[in-house]
């Protein structure tokens, strides 16, 4: 046989043994030990309320108003009210379209976007439009963020306790342990999960 | 504790983590390229296979072996793509057209792992597991066994053998890169990184919608996406996606892994020409690019500039609130220093500074520390010709390590040097004198062309994160893209097995007081100015017309 054919024949070989070694046996085995040691997170840290399935912890959610008329695709969704608001989505929080806006930092739509997100947000939480922070304007990288700063969790508190009739005091308590810190105390950013808290919020009596 | 604190104490564990390895990881890797000893299981695989594990290759054997194991790789990769449909697990996605299944398969044979599709709506399970995690750990391996090869070009004399191909894989394969990921991929799921085997699954949610959740065997590919340093997501969003990177923890975790064997191969390289002080030296020049732009990058984020991101009042645009500014920071240097590409936020709406610095990392030829292997064999071709250039300053032929630089060194040593630069700036030059192709970019003005820059930069350079606005699912880009990647990853290649079987032929001179001391601040010092000026010479025009333009707007 000539070298050429021998080489290419080995290269083959050599990558099938790979394939079965890495391709199957190995996410196989570590999907196993996965399910027996932590089928919660491993299958996507779903969340309950009430026995029914609501989300994941891990992926955040739209919270809108139903539409006035479902038929019409350019009616642009409202906010409840009744819920906290997540942070925007370039992909309206769609698991099967992840990602982000990629608008350049002097984008004039984006700027515009920006701005106009303010005063919208400023308006409905009825609050000064400085204050509202930089994570309620822009929208995330993965179209999926499930955290808001406490800042903006705080901003919102107001007009919720209002739309719910529950007491500010109540729902300061629920942000505090739907609070996550940084991990290990140092690593990332500490924010809020919008998923817990509108399930525990939505949970009160 | 401030953002501030916060973000120093990440980075300062991550250097002490990174440099409590660097000995016991570096000497292993060094154990496993040169024990004579096969474990039962490799002398199965062996007998397999059909290949001698005892018989050193000849550099030209190397390189066909490379050769031949990467070529059989993308037409493997590319068939099961294009069949994917008629396969279990493959979700009911769309066939995939055979432009975008090309570049697909190049992508991950060449450990670039640049995506034109869409993780969640294009790929199936068995093809995500079967094939591109497979590729990313072989592509991975292929990386360390070129340059263990170029190391025995220093360390051997008078031979013309520089090791087998197929035991390197095979060792580097089951000894280092399956134990740390099976410990690691278990680790990632105790976190919150999926793991199973479903399709999406539709529920209600509170605010009357539904939701579809995604499913799939995400913790296993994502260790060694990042521990390989290839980068290419499971999903879209890749790294910033929640299901691949749930926390703070795992977010420093994931850049601990993609800088891990980078970073301590130059203490493989100092244990195999039995002079650790060599390879202190090489980390040196490492990591000082490293700290530099981690800190550059930090710095230009947190002092946010741009009107967009003026208007918001912080450079949050594209990052996860879990990681916020510094974290995400510190991933984009270590992303795109290391050829690996993952990104845990969007590089397309950073500062036009940092983003401009995420391009300038890739265009330092992924060195610092740069992909597996990669980066050490690009880093030890940079310092021959750091050696050459003060060789030229005293008058006399100079030499590495013992080695004589001859003009047949130097002549491998400088092709290898313009590969990528020609393939990066003609093909930004042929993609913006095309109407069509220039269409694909999102944003407008230098933003727009910084778009296509970073496209040819990082496919070019093996690294495959984008400003990601731009539409390269075209045949053009994807056809072209696919061909720097190649390119780009296999012609450097076989400069450095030609360079190794150079070095190894030669009988070592002995140092005489003219010999230039290559583990001295002074190397250090030399060696980082080379870098810079190689980069800076070749680049600059190409960064005035984008990032640099926009900077400056």
Redesign the interface.
Known sequence: MPTFLRTHLTALRMLLVMTAVLGLAYPLLVTGVSQLAFADKANGSIVTSDGKEIGSSLLGQNYNLPKKDPGDADEQAQPDPKFFQPRFSAGGYDPKASGASNLGPNDEKMTQAIEDRRAAIAAFDGVDPVSVPPDAVTSSGSGLDPHISVAYAKEQVDRVAQARGLSTDALNRLIDTCTEGRSLGFLGEDGVNVVLLNKAISEQK | ?S?T??GW??AL?LVGALALCYRPLGDYIAHLLTSAKHLGAERG?YK????DGDADQRWPVYL??VL??S???IL?LYGLIRLQTHLLLSLGVPETEAHQAWNTAVSFTTNTNWQSY?G??AMGHLVQ???L??QN??SAAVGIAVVAALIRGFARNRTDRVGNF?VD??RI??RLL?PI??VF??VL??????????G??D???????T?????G?V???EVIKELGTNGGGF???NS????EN???????LEVFLLLVISFSLPRTFGKMVGDHRQGYAIVAVMGLFWVASAALITFSEAH??????N??????????????????SLFAASTTLTSTGA????H?????FG?GLTMFDMMLGEIAPGGTGSGLYGMLVLAIVAVFVAGLMVGRTPEYLGKKLGGREMKFASLYILTTPALVLIGTGVAMALPGERAGM??SGA?GF?EVLYAFTSASNNNGSA???ITVNTPWYDTALGLCMAFGRFLPMVFVLALAGSLARQQPVPASAGTLPTHKPLFVGLLSSVVLIVVGLTYFPALALGPIA?GL?
């Not at chain 2, 397999?48 to 290949?51: A, D, R, S």
């Not at chain 2, 208007?311 to 995400?328: C, N």
């Not at chain 2, 990104?343 to 969007?346: E, K, R, W």
């Open positions: 504790m953002s604190l916060a104490l990440q564990a695989l397999v296979v059909g290949v066909r072996s031949a194991f070529a059989l790789s493997f869409s969640e709506a597991m079967a094939g995690a497979v750990f072989v197929w894989l095979t394969v089951l399956l990921s099976v991929a278990l799921v105790a976190n919150g990184v999926v793991q199973n085997f479903h999406f699954h529920l209600a949610t509170l605010g009357g919608d939701q579809s959740i995604p499913g065997p913790a296993s590919q999903f879209n969003a910033a996606h929640p299901f749930p926390n703070g923890f795992t977010n420093w946010h500039s741009g009107t967009a991101l208007a918001a009042g912080g450079a949050m645009e594209g990052k996860e609130q879990r990681f916020g500014v510094a974290a995400s990104v845990d936020s969007f397309d709406s950073f500062t036009p983003g999102l944003n933003h910084s400003f990601a606005g926009e707007h």
